[in-house]
C-alpha cells in the first residue's frame, strides 16, 4: 500500500488558482494510476480528477472540467492537481488517492488515502 501525502490548500478568492500536491512513498509509484477527491462539509466525498499511471489518460468530473488540471512527476512520486477559476463551490477537503487499477480508482474503491488538504474559496 503507498503512502499519501497532500499540501497546497490554502484560502483563496474566487476566481483564483491553487495548486495542491500529493507525494507518494514507495517505489512503485509509476504503476499506481492516481486522483483525487474532494469533500465538501455535509456532503459526500466525491471524485474530481484522475491520470493513468504512465500520464497519458486523464479524467475529469464535469464540475471542474475545463478548470482544473491533473498531471504527475514519476521521477519525484508526485501527483498535482492544478485548480484555476475556482469557486465557493469548490470548497471542501481534497484527497489523493491511488490504486492499481484506474477504474477503481475513478468509483473511489481504493484503500490508499491521503489525509487531505483543506481548500477554501471566498466569494
Known amino acids: 500500500q503507498v503512502q499519501l501525502v497532500e499540501s497546497g490548500g490554502g484560502v483563496v478568492q474566487a476566481g483564483g488558482s491553487l495548486r495542491l500536491s500529493c507525494v507518494a512513498s514507495g517505489r512503485t509509484f509509476s504503476t499506481y494510476a492516481m486522483g483525487w477527491f474532494r469533500q465538501a462539509p455535509g456532503k459526500e466525498r466525491e471524485f474530481g480528477a484522475a491520470?493513468?499511471?504512465?500520464?497519458?489518460?486523464?479524467y475529469y468530473a464535469d464540475s471542474v472540467k475545463g478548470r482544473f488540471n491533473i498531471s504527475r512527476d514519476n521521477d519525484k512520486n508526485t501527483v498535482y492537481l492544478q485548480m484555476n477559476s475556482l469557486k465557493p463551490e469548490d470548497k471542501g477537503l481534497y484527497y489523493c488517492?491511488?490504486?492499481?487499477?484506474?477504474?477503481?480508482?475513478?468509483?473511489?474503491?481504493?484503500?490508499?488515502w491521503g489525509q487531505g488538504t483543506q481548500v477554501t474559496v471566498s466569494s
Open positions: 488517492a491511488a490504486d492499481n487499477a484506474l477504474s477503481r480508482l475513478r468509483v473511489g474503491k481504493t484503500d490508499s
Open positions: 491520470i493513468s499511471w504512465r500520464g497519458d489518460s486523464t
